[in-house]
Structure formats: C-alpha cells, structure tokens
C-alpha cells in the first residue's frame, strides 16, 4: 500500500549545524516528491521537490537527494537556524499520481 | 508563490452543528482541490479531493456524508463537516493546484473546536 515514513521522529541540532532528515517511500512507481515545513498552527509550506529522474536537487540553503535503489529521501539544510525549527514532512504522489500523500513528519529543533 | 486562503482559521461549534470551511486560491484556477485532517502530532491524512463541477472523491474511511465537499468554481471548495461531534476536532487544511501534475499549495489551515 501507500505508505510514506520517516525514520526519526526529531532532530535536535544547534544553530549553524547542518541538519539531515530523512524519509523512506514504499510506492517505486512515485514519480514526485516534495518536501513542506509546518509551523505550530500552520499549514504546509513548501521547501522543495524533486522528480524521479532526478537524484539530487539544491535549493537556497537545501538540498534533497533521492535514492530510488532503496526509496529513501532525504533534506539537507545548511546553516541551520532557529526559524527552521518546524515539522518537516515528505511527500509522494499516491498511487493514482492525483493527490499527495504525507510521511509522519520530523520535528526539527535548533537551539542558539 | 500561488496563495491559497482558508476560512475561518479558528471555529468553535457546539456539538450537533455543521460548519463550513472555504478555501479559496487567490492568484490562480484551481482544477483539483484537496482536504486533510492533521490531528495534533500528527501528519496530514487525505480526506478527498475534489475537481471543479464534479463530486468530490473520498479516501477510504471518510464518511462523504458527514464531510461535504463542493467545489463549484475554480476558486472556491468548501468542507462542510455536518453534525459534527467532539471527535470531528481536528486542523483542517486544503490544498490546491492547477492540473494534476503541478506543485500543490496548501491554505493556512482551520483549527475547529467541537464542544
């Protein structure tokens, strides 16, 4: 079935730190995936994503790599800050590739 | 980026009710829209999605009679959660986006409170 998951829970880092946060997918045939940050009381906010032709994909300070041998992806952000403190969750097409389906999300924490 | 705007934000309703969620996109058409229950620590979970002058699909589990969706224009769906009880208490958020391959933007989601 559909089921994407992350492997830790939280992460706790200190400022400056680079930050790893990692997702396993279990559906090969996903073709998109896309990494949100949530805020306390917030709705999703887009990070970056990535296509299934692509391994790897930098953005302003964040990096996602995708590993389609084994279905794991990861977020590298460098120079991480206090504002990234947030949930991160991946994401994945379903199966029909119509709708989004979340992991359970990490809780990144940055401490001064 | 594309601004999809929800509302209310916050709602507290006495249990028995329905209430109604708007989500709107402010600077584009959305073909397909989605909604997702987050229970607190939670992940976001698919209730449906949604395309314009169609009926909504449901995941599985979702009752499609107590959770109402409408999607009647291109900028507008609305949830309506129908006699909602206690454990109907959840954060809801939409999701919209212009075709089926594009990125997906997500409301600012509606904390709502049954008591």
């Known amino acids: 079935g559909e089921n994407v998951g992350l492997h830790l829970p939280t992460l706790s880092v200190q400022e400056g730190d680079n930050s790893i946060i990692n997702c396993a997918y279990s559906?090969?045939?996903?073709?998109?995936f896309i990494w949100y940050k949530q805020e306390s009381g917030k709705g999703p906010q887009f990070i970056i994503d990535?296509?299934?032709?692509?391994d790897k994909r930098q953005g302003q300070r964040v990096t996602v790599l995708l590993n389609k041998t084994v279905k794991h992806l990861s977020l590298q952000i460098a120079a991480t800050q206090p504002g990234d403190s947030a949930v991160y969750f991946c994401?994945?097409?379903?199966?029909?590739?119509?709708?989004?389906?979340f992991g359970k999300g990490t809780t990144l924490s940055v401490s001064s | 980026g594309a601004v999809v705007s929800q509302h209310p934000s916050r709602v507290i309703c006495k249990s028995g009710t329905s209430v109604k969620i708007e989500c709107r996109s402010l600077?584009?058409?959305?073909?397909?829209m989605f909604w997702y229950r987050q229970f607190p620590k939670q992940s976001l979970m698919l209730m449906a999605t949604?395309?314009?002058?169609?009926?909504?699909?449901?995941e599985q589990g979702v009752e499609k009679d107590k959770f109402l969706i409408n999607h009647a224009s291109l900028t507008l769906s609305t949830l309506t959660v129908t006699s909602a009880h206690p454990e109907d208490s959840s954060f809801y958020i939409c999701s919209a986006k212009t075709d089926l391959s594009g990125q997906a933007f997500f409301g600012q989601g509606t904390r709502l409170t049954v008591v």
């Open positions: 600077d584009f058409q959305a073909t397909t």
């Open positions: 559906n090969s045939a996903s073709d998109y």
């Open positions: 994401a994945e097409n379903n199966q029909a590739g119509t709708a989004l389906i």
């Open positions: 990535i296509r299934s032709n692509m």
């Open positions: 949604s395309n314009e002058g169609s009926k909504a699909t449901y």
